[in-house]
């Protein structure tokens, strides 16, 4: 357990509203990863951060953006949900220098009706 | 850029056989490669990982994979399978000059145990 939750951990919005998902870390790790998980397509990074108010684009980041103004906390907004971004969303941290390994919160399903 | 392909996205074999997942990697680079097993409505957990050294790494639950760079695969395989093991496993690759030490991941293959 790397001490990583999310919130909400279910979420049903409707389209075109805002939405902001959350992850929580309680070890002080640097680096921390948003994902979304889709049957198929395995595990595609939006977004990740490298410290506080430090981020960078993944993979699949169109009409993503997250915030990170403190350690423990990472945001990831959808600033006009869609249809498309219905999804299982995972928060992931790496645990330091040396390891390469991430590891995973328990997940975000969101559905954008 | 890198690339994982897992061939089979659903494997089923029989409870006490061979358990054989496969895993092909594209790296410009030498890469960092892991397995990990979902279990239904939770999060990725780690199986086993290759960084260096040695070739054959050894995981949890009795899982074990050989990172073969002749051929591109980490291949993760298990003597016998219990009814346990139904899950979904993800192979991913991280490229070891990779500055935010981005995973990139395959498909998923669901693993699926018969009595």
């Known amino acids: 357990d790397a001490g990583i939750t999310q919130s909400p951990r279910h979420k049903v919005t409707e389209t075109g509203t805002p939405v902001t998902l959350r992850c929580h870390q309680t070890e002080n790790h640097r680096y921390m990863y948003w994902y979304r998980q889709d049957p198929g397509h395995g595990l595609r990074l939006i977004h990740y951060?490298?410290?506080?108010?430090?981020?960078d684009k993944g993979e699949v980041s169109d009409g993503y953006s997250v915030s990170r103004s403190k350690t423990e906390d990472f945001l990831l907004t959808l600033e006009s949900a869609t249809s498309s971004q219905t999804s299982v969303y995972f928060c992931?941290?790496?645990?330091?220098?040396?390891?390469?390994?991430?590891?995973f919160g328990p997940g975000t399903r969101l559905t954008v009706t | 850029a890198q690339s994982v392909t897992q061939l089979g996205s659903h494997v089923s074999v029989s409870e006490g056989a061979l358990v054989l997942l496969r895993c092909n990697y594209s790296?410009?680079?030498?890469?960092?490669l892991f397995w990990y097993v979902q279990y239904p409505n939770q999060g990725l957990q780690l199986l086993l990982k290759?960084?260096?050294?040695?070739?054959l790494v050894k995981g949890i639950n009795g899982f074990e994979a050989e990172f073969k760079k002749s051929e591109t695969s980490f291949h993760l395989t298990k003597p016998s399978a219990h009814m346990s093991d139904a899950a979904e496993y993800f192979c991913?690759?991280?490229?070891?000059?990779?500055?935010?030490?981005?995973?990139?991941f395959g498909g998923g293959t669901r693993l699926m145990v018969k009595p």
């Open positions: 992931a941290i790496r645990t330091g220098t040396g390891t390469y390994e991430q590891y």
């Open positions: 951060s490298y410290g506080v108010k430090d981020t």
């Open positions: 790296s410009s680079v030498p890469p960092y």
């Open positions: 991913a690759v991280s490229a070891q000059n990779n500055a935010g030490n981005m995973l990139t």
């Open positions: 290759y960084t260096t050294g040695a070739t």
